[in-house]
């Protein structure tokens, strides 16, 4: 098998993860955006929206995972970890990314009312990656769920 084939293995097995807890968020009533945070092909942090449950604004998956992370391990930085979300971050989610140094970001769909792409594009780390589209549809559809269910 080639790396790039294990590599993509490997972030569907984590986006699931991340799935779990988005789905989790969509069972609770939240915005169902999960996110799960690996180092060393271990997960060290889950999060999932949290906004509605806290009344606050900024506790979105990613921000709920980082915190997590760093409690984890110990330190602000994660330069050796991937965050996988569900959905492409906010622009205040990748300023955290950013300050938090994460070299990888994998998301399965993209926002684009309020992704990050459109409006920061330079807010993650210079030397982060982005993969795009890990189990897009599924992420997608529960969004959709989500928003259907509401109207």
């Given amino acids: 098998m080639t790396k790039e084939k294990e590599q993509q293995q490997k972030d569907e ?14 069972d609770a009533g939240e915005i169902p955006i999960g996110a799960v945070i690996v180092c060393k092909d271990r997960i060290i942090a889950r999060a999932h ?8 604004v900024t506790a979105h998956a990613e921000m709920q995972a980082i915190t997590a992370a760093a409690d984890a391990l110990g330190g602000k930085y994660l330069p050796e970890c991937t965050l996988y979300v569900t959905i492409e971050p906010c622009t205040m989610c990748a300023g955290a990314i950013g300050w938090a140094q994460l070299r990888r970001i994998v998301y399965g769909a993209t926002d684009e009312k309020r992704g990050f792409h459109k409006y920061a594009p330079e807010a993650l ?12 549809q599924e992420c997608r559809e529960l969004m959709r769920q ?6």
């Fill in 125 to 136: 780390h210079p030397k982060a990656t982005i993969t795009a589209g890990i189990l897009e």
């Fill in 13 to 26: 097995q984590f986006m699931q993860k991340a799935l779990i807890e988005a789905k989790a968020a969509f």
């Fill in 146 to 151: 989500f928003f259907l269910s509401k109207r």
């Fill in 49 to 56: 929206n949290l906004t509605e449950t806290l009344h606050d």
